[in-house]
């Protein structure tokens, strides 16, 4: 039980961290912020279930 509640933290921190890099990068390129966002926290997603799928407690 303990490691199903790690993954869905470690998706949940992918999304924080990718809306925050999405957020960040919008206002440096200078495009939409909804738009950073949205693609931000889809990477930080991805990238959150990766880990998560693969990593071993």
């Not at 993954?7 to 440096?28: E, K, Q, Y």
């Amino acid at each position: 039980m303990t490691e199903q509640n790690w993954r869905a933290s470690g998706v949940g921190l992918g999304l924080v961290f990718g809306a925050g890099i999405g957020i960040i990068s919008s206002l440096l390129l200078g495009f939409e912020l909804v738009y950073g966002i949205a693609a931000g926290a889809a990477f930080g997603y991805l990238i959150g279930l990766v880990v998560s799928l693969t990593a071993r407690a």
